[in-house]
């Protein structure tokens, strides 16, 4: 019943994203075209976070290999998805190598880590000017065709992207539902257990750290044609934290949880612009009153508000 | 069970009600209005310059429509932050791009501008920028207009007063690591080394930094007989407090930056002496640039900056072109810019004496500035080239 239940949540959710931007200008269609990127860079983040209970402050450095990726191979006049593919496997293979920090440290000492990393990408975007552009980034990234559509416009691009992270949810969710998603639970829940029952911890871990690295890459593929400008400013540690508050403020842990949060974190200050100079200040105390009120992020908050009708019925039938 | 039905049916009229505010109409154009917004840094490390931008455009907006407006049209101009995030000012400029606007002013920082400028270049509209970096008009854009002089043209005035003025031999050189920094960077070393002088520091720094103690100590170290510091606003008067703390007496010139008018009070004493060329200077002895700096603290009760007469001209530049051409026409407003001299004898609102060449690169009078007492004075004005 309750799968039902979600099966057609899901179904009102894309059909509203389908009619989301028509009737729209560019600015709508490029701003929902932001919330997937970061959603899909977001998901990532929670599976390594959220699911396998691992911390991580460089996401914003893989979105910045998938970005950088894929707008040397289009650049090149090659295929959008060779770029993407090129970014996925190359970040699936950084984060794997990420991950064996991950084996040895734990909680501040890997968020220490894997901040260090986002500020090693940093500076390598930034110096090794003859592949990334340095300072001054790589400008005019073509976007893709699906055979003879164009994605140029930006309402075909939002459908594009709409696409690709319809796709990655699906697949992000046969993994949690899979005996490696349970796996990766018992990990954060109670490592020492999980090891008891026969898990593979190393195995587990490195693979959290590859795929939602992978996730991150994906993440930086559209962003690439989206902006059709990166720079290694945008890939700073300032992003991974704004990712983090992402997941956090949707969800730790939950399969829709960083869809809500980076919605929160792209639509609600857009939202709020209406009140002028306060729209950061009111943005940032809905942030500070969800945390306090609700640490378990907006599906908790949801969660809870669901609840409370079914345990008045209880305390009255009582 | 009947507070939850009344909180279901809230929440359905709720979103009813989010799905129509969505799908309303952008925004309602009155056939006498003109819409020129205003997209820059109001928060973030860029909200110091983009605000100032922001106020001194307001200013200009005011005094128009109390005059008539352009061509009987009254300007209509919105602000939008872009937190000094180049990903979103691309997103508020395609925002005021759908909306219609005629012009885009903004924005001031050079990395948001190199994204967002693909947006007006992409759709036809004019963008007044008050980004300096050099790559901002090297890239072919037809519809992009400085509002100060990029930093290819501050340099050789820069490399003059070093080689002739000056007359040293060893400079060192404090940046920063942006498109700003890096672009002023590139061009000043290349020239100074032209010139026979010896570069025997170059010290890259981060934006935002906050302990310049270790640039410094080098800087010292090296023996330089003066020191060429092209950095942000902020890290200027954190450069100078540290410069002071050291004793580091060498003279320290900047373009545009180092003598402004928000890094003498950051700085306090620390900026006394400094020296910089600018293309513009609330210190100019020029009567109408005195006036709109008086303008300006009355309305705002703060000093501003060179920001603050980039977005005043910018907005009667506007006026200016589109009354010469004689209708709203995007194109034919970038057609007339390029190749363009506004006279400020004749265009009062320029304050000084404007020209435009075919990539919207800006010449006119500049100045050599010292920090005396507080105040930046003009100790020199160069010529336009």
């Known amino acids: ?318 | 069970m009947r507070g939850f039905m009344p909180m279901r049916r809230a929440a359905v009229v709720a979103i009813a009600g989010a799905l129509v505010a969505w799908h309303a109409p952008a925004q309602a154009q009155n056939n006498k209005t003109v819409l020129i917004p205003c997209v820059c840094e109001l928060s973030g490390a860029g909200a110091v310059s983009g605000t100032n931008y922001r106020d001194g455009a307001h200013i200009a907006v005011n005094e128009i429509n109390a005059a008539g407006g352009i061509l009987g049209h009254k300007i209509v101009m919105h602000d939008y932050d872009t937190q000094t995030n180049p990903m979103v000012s691309r997103a508020l400029v395609q925002k005021v791009v759908d909306a219609g606007a005629y012009v885009v002013m903004g924005t001031v920082y050079s990395g948001s501008t190199d994204v967002n400028m693909l947006v007006t270049e992409h759709a036809g509209v004019p963008q007044i920028t008050g980004s300096e970096a050099p790559d901002i008009t090297q890239k072919g854009d037809p519809y992009i207009f400085r509002t100060s002089s990029g930093s290819e043209k501050d340099i050789p005035a820069l490399v003059d007063y070093f080689t002739q003025t000056l007359k040293v031999k060893k400079v060192a050189v404090e940046w920063v690591q942006n498109d700003f920094g890096k672009g002023g960077h590139d061009l000043f070393v290349q020239a100074i080394r032209k010139a026979g002088v010896q570069v025997v520091a170059d010290v890259p720094s981060e934006q935002g930094q906050v302990d310049f103690s270790p640039d410094v100590a080098k800087i010292k170290q090296s023996g330089a007989q003066a020191v060429f510091v092209y950095v942000n606003e902020e890290e200027a008067a954190r450069f100078l407090k540290e410069a002071k703390k050291q004793a580091l007496t060498v003279p320290l010139v900047g373009d545009v930056t180092l003598t402004d008018q928000k890094v003498i009070e950051l700085a306090g004493p620390a900026a006394e002496g400094a020296i910089a060329h600018v293309g513009l200077t609330v210190s100019a002895p020029v009567p109408s640039i005195q006036e709109f700096v008086a303008k300006f603290r009355k309305i705002y009760h703060h000093n501003t900056d060179h920001n603050g007469i980039k977005g005043y001209i910018g907005v009667y530049a506007i006026k200016y072109v589109t009354e010469m051409i004689g209708t709203f026409d995007r194109k034919a407003f970038a057609a007339k810019m390029h190749g363009l001299t506004l006279d400020a004898k004749k265009y009062p609102g320029m304050l000084l004496t404007t020209s435009w060449d075919k990539t919207g690169e800006l010449s006119r009078e500049s100045f050599m500035t010292q920090v005396k007492g507080g105040k930046a004075v003009v100790i020199a004005t160069i010529p336009a080239n």
Not at chain 1, 35 to 56: E, F, H, P, Q, V
Not at chain 1, 148 to 165: E, I, W
Request: hydrophobic share 55%.
């Open chain 1, 1 to 318: 019943m309750r799968g039902h239940r979600e099966a057609i949540g899901v179904a009102v959710v894309v059909a509203a994203l389908i009619v989301a931007p028509l009737g729209q200008g560019n600015y709508i269609a490029y701003l929902l075209c932001s919330w997937l990127m970061l959603a899909i860079a977001a998901m990532g983040l929670n599976l390594t976070l959220g699911y396998a209970g691992r911390i991580s402050l460089a996401q914003a450095s893989f979105i910045g290999i998938g970005a950088y990726a894929t707008s040397i191979v289009t650049l090149a006049h090659y295929p959008w998805v060779l770029g993407m593919a090129v970014g996925v496997v190359l970040c699936f293979v950084v984060g794997l190598l990420l991950g064996f920090p991950a084996l040895r440290v734990r909680g501040h000492y890997l968020a220490f880590v894997t901040l260090a990393f986002n500020s090693l990408f940093f500076l390598v975007a930034r110096n090794e000017d003859w592949l990334t552009g340095g300072t001054y980034g790589l400008s005019g990234m073509p976007r893709p065709r699906i055979g003879p559509v164009s994605t140029s416009g930006q309402l075909a691009f939002y459908y594009f992207t709409l696409a690709v992270a319809l796709l990655a949810a699906v697949v992000l969710r046969l993994i949690v539902r899979s005996p490696w998603g349970r796996a990766f639970k018992a990990l954060r829940e109670n490592e020492v257990r999980a090891e008891s029952l026969g898990l593979d911890v190393r195995r587990l871990t490195l693979l959290a750290f590859a795929i939602g690295s992978a996730y991150g890459g994906l993440a930086g593929a559209i962003e690439a044609p989206l902006v059709q400008y990166i720079d290694p400013g945008s890939f700073d540690v300032v992003q991974s934290l704004s990712l983090l508050l992402m997941v956090v403020v949707g969800g730790l842990g939950e399969f829709w949880g960083p869809v809500l949060g980076s919605a929160v974190a792209v639509l609600l200050p857009e939202a709020l612009r209406v009140t002028a100079a306060y729209y950061l200040m009111l943005y940032a105390i809905a942030v500070i009153l969800l945390m306090t009120r609700c640490p378990g992020g907006l599906i908790g908050l949801a969660r809870r508000i669901a609840a409370r009708p079914a345990r008045r019925r209880g305390a009255a039938v009582s």
